[in-house]
């Protein structure tokens, strides 16, 4: 992956009416857990419906290089050859993930009970983010690491040759961790159990399930949940159906609500509870979201989404929501903004450890937009007068949620607005323009 390049700026301003149909691509949690699942399993697993973004490629990629066969058959379709638990071999070259935070930490994970070396970097935006919460819990089971200052990539981590189960209460709200940990789990002899508070989200522990793995999950008095996974068990090969990604439907979804006129509809589009807080928080502000044709596919739950403009207003949204909707917050903020009233939204601290510092990325393009708001250390307050002034350019901080959020904005705002980089929409939503464009949104190249 190469990471120097140069910035393509984009320019999105005010349309009539959208229209059409939105076939978002594959969910990129999904997509990346059913490459890594499918690489520790014995034998070939068929996915379809996968992401093929930047991000989910990567994690392709890092699976070749630990020595799993990783096939693309057709669009969206892929054959993976799993290599078996315990079975990764050594990369013979640095593991670059690019973007992802997702693919990087749950792969630290998957290699932390396995007696190999790996190295591994990103770009800029990825090697400012903490991975001590990662590599902290998987010294337990026996892994040791060497990182830059902080926790930061480049870092190798070798995994334990003699590893053993662990008993670890994740009290940072991070799937990711969690996920991590219940993949190192599967090489450690005797059952871990991993407790977290958070209700973060769960497709590690339903893959899991149905890739033949030992696990359990129970209730905790708190709230959270534990779970248990049994080691040395064996992965059986299994086909994933992957959903598309609400968190990349949020983006036309938004656009419908706030362009006069608009109706969308979002076909297939995953609705596992622990995902579906901003739809959720939409509706309470007054969007007239219909979900139509509930079905489950590769057992989650989907739905097609209808979306039409809507009145909003300002609401509260509960900070014990904030794992729901955690990516989403950026065009919910933009959705606030045309609101009318105040928008409070809190227990956001993951925020500043995303692909960018999303609180003071949002903070900044608001109040260029002409916002009115405040940024609070843990949280955003929004008041919406029901539109945006606009007529500025946006720093998107190597942060795709960044840049398609002011995108959406310019769609509707009084005057354009432009974000300085559109090339990290690549690293989750494949044909984001395009998609946009089909609907009725009118960006315009500028200079760089
Ligand atoms: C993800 C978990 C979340 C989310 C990310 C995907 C996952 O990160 O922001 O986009 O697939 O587990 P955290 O675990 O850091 O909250």
Redesign the pocket.
């Known amino acids: 992956m190469s990471h120097g390049h140069s910035p393509r700026p984009l320019s999105s301003r005010r349309t009539g009416p959208l229209a059409g149909t939105a076939l978002v691509p594959g969910d990129?949690?999904i997509s990346?857990r059913a490459l890594i699942l499918g690489a520790m399993a014995v034998g070939r697993s068929e996915i379809t419906g996968l992401l093929e973004a930047e991000d989910v490629l990567g994690t392709a990629e890092a699976m070749r290089a630990l020595g799993a066969d990783v096939e693309r058959q057709g669009e969206g379709h892929w054959a993976v050859h799993g290599v078996g638990v315990g079975g990764f071999a050594e990369p013979q070259s640095v593991l670059d993930f690019g973007n992802a935070?997702?693919g990087s930490r749950l792969v630290m994970g998957a290699i932390a009970t396995t007696p190999i070396s790996a190295v591994f970097t990103g770009d800029a935006s990825l090697r400012r983010r903490p991975m001590g919460r990662v590599l902290e819990p998987l010294t337990k089971f026996g892994a040791t690491y060497v990182a830059r200052e902080g926790g930061l990539m480049p870092l190798t981590l070798t995994g334990a040759s003699d590893p053993i189960c662990i008993d670890h209460t994740v009290t940072v709200?991070?799937?990711?961790?969690k996920?991590a940990l219940l993949m190192a789990a599967l090489n450690a002899p005797g059952q871990t159990r991993i407790a977290q508070t958070a209700l973060?989200?769960d497709h590690t522990e339903k893959m899991l399930a149905g890739f033949g793995a030992k696990i359990a999950v129970e209730s905790l008095p708190d709230g959270g949940e534990a779970v248990y996974v049994t080691g040395e068990v064996d992965l059986k090969p299994s086909d994933v159906e992957v959903p598309r990604d609400p968190s990349s439907a949020a983006f036309p979804l938004v656009a419908a609500l706030i362009v006069p006129g608009s109706e969308v509809t979002i076909p297939g589009v995953l609705l596992n509870p622990r995902r579906t807080g901003l739809l959720e928080t939409l509706r309470e502000m007054g969007a007239d979201i219909a979900i139509v044709n509930r079905r489950f596919s590769g057992g989650e739950e989907i739905g097609d989404l209808v979306a039409r403009h809507s009145a909003l207003r300002g609401v509260d949204v509960p900070a014990a929501r904030a794992p729901a909707m955690?990516?989403e917050y950026p065009i919910l903020a933009i959705a606030a903004s045309f609101a009318d009233g105040r928008t409070t939204m809190r227990g956001l601290e993951?925020l500043r450890v995303?692909e960018s510092d999303r609180l003071a990325a949002m903070s900044a393009g608001l109040k260029a937009c002409g916002v009115t708001h405040e940024e609070l250390p843990d949280g955003l307050i929004v008041d919406g007068r029901q539109g945006m002034a606009g007529g500025a350019r946006v720093a998107t901080h190597m942060d795709h949620r960044i840049a398609m959020s002011f995108l959406v904005a310019g769609m509707a705002a009084e005057h354009p607005v432009s974000v300085d980089d559109t090339a990290m929409i690549a690293t989750s939503f494949t044909g984001f323009e395009t998609l946009m464009r089909n609907l009725g949104a009118d960006f315009v190249q500028v200079n760089a």
């Open positions: 990129k949690s990346h935070g997702t709200a991070s799937a990711q961790v996920s973060t989200r955690i990516d993951e995303k």
